[in-house]
Nanobody
Framework: QIQLEESGGGLVQPGGSLRLSCACSGFTVETYAIAWFRQAPGKEREGVSSIGADDDGTYYADSVKDRFTITRGNTKKTVDLVITNLKYEDTAVYYC?????????????????WGPGTQVTVSS
């Protein structure tokens, strides 16, 4: 069974850092595009970063460029999102999602499998 589960969220002060991890099971992670999305209260779900199947490229939303980095973990079973210089507007539930042989879009309907999300709260 294909499953994804996010971890690493929490309460962080502005300017701090987090490493979110998407644990994947039931599929060959390298053959799926993996994306990170977030949704804040009252806002639409936003694609923040993605990595294409077979590492065909990485993509970042303008709002997170130069602060977020997506990478496939050394275990081959995780995809991480390293977040630096956190801002108040980064507060959201963060989700990872998988798309079989996708090229790594930030369009949510392309993704077939989703984790339950992890909360990131930026507060002083």
């Amino acid at each position: 069974q294909i499953q994804l589960e996010e971890s690493g969220g929490g309460l962080v002060q502005p300017g701090g850092s987090l490493r979110l991890s998407c644990a994947c099971s039931g599929f060959t992670v390298e053959t799926y595009a993996i994306a990170w999305f977030r949704q804040a209260p009252g806002k639409e779900r936003e694609g923040v970063s993605s990595i294409g199947a077979d590492d065909d490229g990485t993509y970042y939303a303008d709002s997170v460029k130069d602060r977020f980095t997506i990478t496939r973990g050394n275990t081959k079973k995780t995809v991480d999102l390293v977040i630096t210089n956190l801002k108040y507007e980064d507060t959201a539930v963060y989700y990872c999602a998988a798309d079989y042989y996708g090229f790594g879009s930030n369009y949510a309907p392309n993704y077939d499998y989703w984790g339950p999300g992890t909360q990131v709260t930026v507060s002083s």
